[in-house]
């Protein structure tokens, strides 16, 4: 039996730093598959599926209408342009988010840029087979969706692009997927519900509560009122 191996100096610490650092090696049986090293940075996440699974299934639901004040998701943040939704809320599936991405990506080919996704699709979609029953659950998993919100912004782009050029691969993603869409730059006013704010209407006036208003009076409303005929000319009778 051999003695233990007694390390002094400076032999500590490099004993201690082999001991501690992380090992990656590639193993001789599959040398062409990478190993991941320890590292710190995330992992790229799939923005048209959740990390996990639905611990329970989901209703239907629906988007949420931000009329209590609401601005947030409505500006462009990351980028300098995006593509926001105009017409009203809609539920779009990951099938139809990922068309609008390749096409955004297939125009902007040969191009230097980065493309942002601001939702997810996180909401699963159960149906029943045709000619099915009534009852007996809520069905099998058919594929994910998101609910996407009124002036809710679901691309951002930013890098050496003519903005024409981005406003033609907007438009063609804009084609691919259910709803109406609009082009926004970086700087625009946010959307509150359905109404943007700029020249003079502010966050703090949509915010107010309503103001009551006094019911108008009779002559008050006979003085605005055009006669029908001139005072100054009397009827002959």
Request: glycine share 10%; charged share 25%; proline share 10%.
């Given at each position: 039996m051999s003695p233990p191996r007694i390390v002094t100096g400076s032999g500590v610490n490099r004993l201690i730093k082999s001991t501690l650092r992380p090992q990656c090696r590639h193993s001789l049986i599959t040398p062409f598959l990478p190993s991941r090293c320890f590292?710190?940075?995330?992992?790229?996440?799939?923005?048209?599926?959740?990390?996990?699974?639905e611990t329970k299934k989901s209703r239907k639901g629906r988007?949420?209408?931000?009329?209590?004040?609401?601005?947030r998701g409505t500006t462009v943040v990351w980028g300098d342009y995006g593509l926001r939704m105009r017409d009203h809320d809609r539920r779009i599936s990951a099938a139809q988010l990922k068309n609008g991405e390749e096409t955004i990506r297939r125009r902007l080919r040969g191009t230097r840029y980065r493309l942002y996704m601001r939702i997810s699709a996180n909401i699963g979609v159960y149906t029943s087979g045709n000619e099915t029953r009534m009852g007996k659950?809520?069905?099998?998993?058919?594929?994910?969706?998101?609910?996407?919100?009124?002036?809710?912004?679901?691309?951002?782009?930013?890098?050496d692009v003519h903005e024409q050029?981005?406003?033609?691969?907007?438009?063609?993603?804009?084609?691919?997927?259910?709803?109406?869409?609009?082009?926004?730059?970086?700087?625009?006013?946010?959307?509150?519900g359905i109404t943007k704010l700029g020249n003079g209407l502010t966050e703090a006036m949509l915010?107010?509560?309503?103001?009551s208003l006094t019911a108008p009076s009779l002559p008050q409303t006979a003085a605005r009122i055009p006669s029908t005929t001139p005072p100054s000319q009397g009827l002959n009778v």
């Open positions: 590292s710190t940075t995330p992992k790229t996440l799939d923005w048209l599926a959740p990390k996990s699974g988007p949420r209408v931000p009329t209590g004040g609401s601005v659950g809520k069905g099998t998993f058919d594929h994910w969706a998101s609910r996407v919100a009124v002036s809710k912004i679901i691309f951002e782009l930013k890098g050029v981005v406003r033609d691969a907007f438009r063609l993603a804009a084609n691919k997927m259910p709803g109406l869409y609009e082009f926004v730059k970086k700087g625009d006013p946010p959307v509150m915010r107010r509560p309503r103001q």
